[in-house]
């Protein structure tokens, strides 16, 4: 109990008191999962529309890869970026293996499917006849999809808490092509496994509860922004 | 101008045909529509009506035909000629903003400036009578209003041509009759060309300058409403139209709920309160028309006595139906007994009666038939 009480002493100490280290590994952690979910929104809301609005030959394997992208496990990802930024793999000559470039590439590919299935669920949810009547009322195809989008906007917004609530809290991938580097691609994620297989619970539990300040903050937000957005 | 007389085709289909899934589902060798009529398309669910108004709107592309608009073929991929018309659906499709930015969203997608988009918007949601909602979430409308709100934004572009897919459908019947009253005010007021597509019978006597009754992907006829009405062109009109004697005229006099008619041909009489030089439309049904050998009576109850003459016998099953000339088209069912009884056969001159009861009244803001 001791254990617990003192490491929650000390977490509050770390925080409160600025620490450096738990700072900079703390914007990283924004820095990274932030970036990620912002490129994964572009190729999600772009991919998800797109196929939501078209119909083409093998339309439903596409649609089933996509959903079954929404679970991808970290560690999978995380081993095949790695094969891929390999020196001798292909992206080998990007020399980005072990940074926080590859992070993001990594967290991109996790985040992004889920982006794109929610905004393919969201955008194929609206009444089938809505797109005929945005076009009825003038609308060139550009002005259409943008109007479907913003029509979709509440659960594009869920979109957003779940690609980054997916990213941030995730560990394997980050570990594997970052590196958990100290002061460079050290995140709180891999810093928490990390000082809880070293015994050192404090540090553990403060990085464990700024994480979880964080998402809370993120989500409520984006709570705070659909619950405003949603009639009264 | 008078459009009778000047007719100006606005819109044509040509050999239009639309496939889906290999199986044809429109056919439509033909057909124009007049500037400033009101064309209603009815028959059926899955006759083809929406189907027909989607490719006049230039929103689905046919198989195969030219649709022409103003004497040039329109272009179905780009927005040009989809800015000079406007469709409104059975569901109000709102989007989920105000009141205001609904009716607004054509005339933002034109471009067009905040201020004149202001004054616009606020004069249509006012003729619409939903001034007081401008503000109001279109999550939070009734049926009624939202529908009001989907035509506001219809009309608020000013368009050339109106499609309307089943408008009143979904709405209940009081909200459905006011509704149908404004919608016909508003596009006589505005002059606007109008498609709409119904089931409802009602609905097309009270609209249409003509009717296109709609069977299989095909229009199976098209005329003016009384023409159709009194003489369909085959079986599957008659049953759907429900054979009525569809006569257009003017009110002549009025006394205590009880008024004259004057029709081509004739002068009926009629219950109904309205106003001496008002349009009507007399409505009545085939088996509320009685058929005698004897000369007319006087001093009977029933009031609308007509001589004429048999012009068509067409066995219908249990009934024959009988038409008749008498200075008008009058449609009459009778048993096979009665048939036999009264030896009945065309060309014989007989006399038909209905009661004044027995006329429904529809009445028409203007007519052009």
Known sequence: ?232 | MNPESHPQIILQAEDLHVRRGGVPVLAIPALSVVQGQILVLIGPNGAGKSTLLLALAGLLKPSRGNIIFRGKEIDAGGSGYRRRIAMAFQEPLLFDATVFDNVAAGLKIRGMGRAEIGRTVSAYLERFGIGHLAQRSARKLSGGEAQRTSLARAFVTKPEIIFLDEPFSSLDAPTREELIGDLERILRETHTTAIVATHDQAEALRLADRVAVMNEGKIAQIGPVAEVMNRPADGFVASFVGVETVLPGRVIRTSDGVFIAAVEGGEIEAVGRVRPGAAVLCCIRPEHVTISTNSPLSGSSVRNVFPGAIRKITPLGLFHRVRLDCGFDLVAYVTRQSLENLALHEGKNVTASFKATAVHVIPRGTLQV
């Open chain 1, 1 to 232: 109990m001791d254990l617990i009480i003192e490491g929650i002493k000390k977490a509050f100490f770390l925080i409160f008191t600025l620490d450096r280290e738990v700072l900079g590994i703390t914007l990283l952690s924004l820095k990274v999962s932030g970036l990620a979910t912002l490129i994964s929104l572009f190729i999600g809301i772009s991919v998800g529309t797109a196929v939501a609005l078209s119909r083409f030959p093998g339309r439903q394997l596409v649609v089933s890869l996509i959903n079954t992208g929404m679970g991808l496990p970290p560690v999978v990802v995380g081993l095949f970026v790695t094969i891929f930024l390999w020196r001798n793999g292909p992206l080998g000559f990007l020399e980005i293996l072990y940074t926080p470039t590859a992070m993001i590439l990594a967290q991109t590919v996790i985040a992004a499917p889920i982006v794109t299935g929610i905004t393919l669920a969201a955008i194929q949810h609206l009444p089938a006849n809505l797109r005929l009547q945005i076009l009825a009322l003038g609308a060139t195809r550009v002005q259409m999809v943008w109007l479907l989008v913003k029509e979709a906007r509440l659960p594009l917004l869920a979109a957003v808490m779940a690609g980054f609530g997916g990213v941030i809290s995730e560990v394997g991938a980050s570990i594997m092509v970052g590196g958990n580097i100290k002061g460079y691609s050290r995140v709180l994620t891999t810093a928490t496994v990390m000082e809880t297989s070293r015994g050192n619970f404090d540090i553990a539990i403060a990085l464990g509860i700024i994480l979880m300040i964080l998402t809370f903050l993120v989500n409520a937000i984006l709570t705070q922004i659909q619950q405003r957005e949603r009639p009264r």
